[in-house]
């Protein structure tokens, strides 16, 4: 009877895997049998040489030290080429700026302005503008304004600069993380060649800014993380300092810094549960380990970012378009502004004229004008808002409620003080009408009160009866201008007049809504104070004691800044997007130019790059998954693709940890969102990209043998893909460096053929 024939152990599904046997005492691994190999004999097996496991391509080694200067010269050179070419075209304001050039200037003029962002962005374009003599003069009032004999190159040069050294920086954290040189060349050439970062590392603007930070700080922290094993050495102090300092710098730049500070928070913490999970390491030591991160990642950080203000308040000292936005203490700092070594009569009398300030942070002076409110609003009346910037509109004069006020220059009438509890009425100076409220509803919030401007010269009913009450203090005591808080309440309605902080439509002039409020509860947005007044009979007297802190000023300026932040809304045609446009290069952006006449740049990301990227987020998640079941299955791995395996869950999570962090928050923003927010995150997919690809390509070169037929399958994969992005790059460049001529839909358009999508305007 012949003998059962022995079962061949199944093949595992990757090259150089190796399959424990399960339920077998002192189980070995099987290797995967030679290709080609016949039916075992049933008697004593031969003596084989044991088969050596499949290597990958020798150049999946860390790569010879020698290439790697040359590599970096290249990628630099490639990367200041390509942002430096035609800087100076067009030789007019480009998109944004209009904003962060006259940002500039308005720092070389030491001229106060308000922005949403932190100020060390606009502080490097103005010094970089002053260092190469722009004299600050020119308005950069809109787009498409000439810059004439101005000097407008240095700022553009300062963020190209910057610019060009983000790919170096992506190009070393990608060797860092992968030890894989052609994976950094690949992902430095997906930044070098992509139209989206040239064009927006070309104007005066702040995303190269952000981003050179913002990689200055990963690439710190992952050089950080590489010194794990020789803790508090030079090296060591080098990197997780300078970590903190870009931290400092990406989060003075913009607020979406601090998507990078979770990031390298979440590193932090997950260090330190580690080494509190190593026993053979004191809690002494592990202390020290803490503190160190304590100093160089929150302490170190929080002194630079809090310097940064300082000199922004510094430099900045005279009255200019933001001052408005703050508080009349903070005004009275700024050379030029009324308030500033003000001397005013100290306290409120009938008669005086004055501006109301809300004390909720940018709430406004009540404000009215000779607009009505629209038919379906409430009463057609005239309307009262809260104006952010100074205006004659502003004014209004206080008078007794039963009487009219006799003229002020009459010197025969005696001073009257307006005390706490007096039942008063304010008259708009401009137009004449009282401030009035009743039970209409107010325009945006409901269940509260219309506040408008009613009579004809004074003259009007009941509902324009007002009682002021200074907060904290009793009936009979008089009203201190600037240093009183107080609260109007309406006689008939018992509502508190106050401002909502929401924007009223166009027909408000976007202005703020003022409505009177029947919820008696106490907050900034219902008290006000008395800024300005103009009282002849009165002695004036200086008012130097109100200078805040500066603790106070950058509390203030930080609460105004996310208010105004979450404030902005879309100009007139402005093209806007949603987060899930931006990863499928859905709509760009208009920098110059609409029509053939015109010198067109448009910001779009180069069409194949950014679909590859997205295509590879979907690899790097099932080759993720792939992994984590072959070992969850006991699957052992070859020396080689145990390193693999590292790179793409340790490299690659902490890639992919960083796109989804800055690319995710934006679906709960309410405020207005714009295509280039999305840059930060295309980093990361970018690195993520040629971390993969990289591995890929090992792994299938690795099912090639000799290692000869192995390096060139691996080197016609990554040839591939860097032609490919470099073709693509010829196809696109005209919309990073502009186009004069007929548009993409004319067949003599150089860009003829490649409007790929409708939603893109070129």
């Not at 008089?478 to 240093?483: A, D, N, P």
């Not at 998954?625 to 699957?635: F, M, W």
């Not at 971390?691 to 090992?698: A, F, M, V």
Request: with cysteine; net charge positive.
């Amino acid at each position: 009877m012949r003998a059962p024939r022995p079962v061949r152990p199944p093949r595992t599904p990757y090259p150089g895997l190796r399959r424990s046997r399960p339920g077998a005492a002192g189980s070995t691994a099987l290797r995967m049998p030679a290709a080609g190999r016949g039916q075992a004999d049933p008697g004593p097996p031969r003596q084989r040489e044991p088969r050596q496991p499949r290597r990958l391509p020798p150049h999946s080694a860390a790569s010879p030290a020698a290439a790697r200067p040359a590599a970096l010269a290249l990628v630099i050179f490639l990367s200041f080429a390509s942002r430096f070419h035609r800087l100076a075209e067009p030789p007019h304001v480009c998109w944004d700026e209009t904003h962060f050039g006259k940002m500039g200037s308005y720092y070389i003029n030491r001229t106060f302005f308000f922005d949403v962002h932190p100020p060390l962005g606009k502080m490097l374009i103005g010094l970089a503008g002053y260092l190469s003599g722009y004299d600050g003069t020119f308005p950069f009032q809109k787009p498409g304004d000439r810059y004439e004999q101005h000097n407008y190159v240095g700022m553009r040069g300062f963020c190209a600069f910057l610019g060009s050294c983000l790919v170096p920086l992506v190009y070393l954290t990608v060797l860092e993380l992968s030890k894989s040189l052609p994976a950094a060349l690949l992902t430095a050439f997906i930044l070098i060649f992509d139209t989206g970062c040239i064009t927006l590392s070309q104007y005066i603007l702040l995303d190269p800014i952000l981003m050179f930070f913002l990689m200055g700080a990963v690439l710190s922290m992952v050089k950080c993380n590489s010194c794990a094993d020789r803790p508090f050495s030079a090296s060591w102090w080098f990197w997780m300092s300078l970590t903190g300092v870009s931290l400092a710098g990406a989060m003075g730049v913009k607020f979406v810094g601090l998507f990078v500070v979770l990031l390298v928070g979440l590193n932090t913490m997950h260090d330190l549960w580690v080494l509190l999970g190593n026993l053979s390491l004191s809690l002494v030591m592990f202390g020290k380990h803490l503190l160190a991160r304590v100093l160089c990642l929150i302490l170190l950080p929080i002194a630079l970012y809090t310097a940064m203000f300082a000199v922004h308040f510094t430099v900045l000292n005279k009255s200019g378009p933001g001052d408005g936005f703050f508080s009349s203490a903070f005004q009275s700092q700024l050379i030029g502004n009324n308030l500033h070594n003000i001397s005013v009569p100290e306290h409120l009398a009938y008669g005086s004229v004055v501006t109301m300030k809300n004390l909720r942070m940018a709430g406004g002076y009540l404000h009215s004008h000779w607009h009505l409110y629209p038919e379906g609003i409430g009463a057609r009346q005239q309307q009262v808002t809260a104006y952010l910037h100074k205006d004659l509109n502003n004014f209004w004069i206080i008078k007794k409620h039963d009487s009219d006020t006799a003229d002020l220059s009459d010197p025969s009438i005696p001073v009257e003080f307006v005390r706490h509890g007096d039942i008063i009425r304010l008259e708009h100076k401009e137009t004449s009408r009282n401030l009035h409220s009743h039970q209409h509803e107010a325009p945006l919030t409901r269940k509260h009160f219309q506040v408008t401007a009613y009579g004809i010269n004074g003259t009007g009913d009941s509902n324009d009866f007002w009682r002021i009450e200074v907060v904290g203090r009793k009936a009979e005591k008089l009203i201190r201008v600037l240093r009183s808080q107080v609260r109007l309440t309406h006689v008939a309605t018992g509502c508190i007049l106050g401002s909502s902080g929401k924007i009223l439509p166009k027909w408000g002039w976007e202005q703020l809504e003022v409505t009177c409020t029947p919820y008696l509860k106490e907050t900034p947005n219902s008290l006000w104070n008395f800024e300005d007044h103009i009282n002849p009979k009165l002695p004036n007297i200086s008012l130097d004691v109100l200078k805040p802190s500066f603790a106070e000023i950058l509390l203030e300026s930080h609460m105004v800044m996310i208010q105004g932040n979450t404030a902005l809304k879309p100009k007139d045609n402005e093209v806007t997007s949603k987060p899930w446009h931006w990863p499928i290069n859905y709509q760009g952006l208009r920098f110059s130019g609409v029509n053939e006449t015109d010198y067109r740049v448009y910001l779009l990301g180069n069409p194949v790059i950014w679909w590859l990227n997205l295509v590879t987020i979907g690899l790097y998640l099932l080759i993720t998954v792939s992994t984590a079941v072959a070992l969850k299955r006991g699957v052992q791995l070859t020396s080689e693709l145990k390193e693999l395996s590292r790179v793409v869950l340790r490299g690659g999570g902490q890639i992919m940890l960083g796109w989804l962090l800055h690319y995710l928050p934006f679906f709960m923003m309410g405020r207005v969102l714009y295509f280039h927010h999305y840059f930060p995150a295309m980093l990361f997919s970018s690195m993520l990209t040629g971390i993969t690809w990289d591995t890929l390509l090992k792994f299938f070169a690795g099912f090639w043998s000799p290692s000869t037929t192995a390096r060139k399958v691996y080197g016609a994969g990554f040839l591939a893909l860097a032609l490919l992005i470099i073709y693509s790059f010829y196809l696109f460049h005209p919309l990073s460096y502009g186009i004069v001529g007929p548009m993409a839909s004319d067949p003599s358009s150089p860009m003829a053929g490649l409007r790929w999508m409708d939603s893109w305007e070129f």
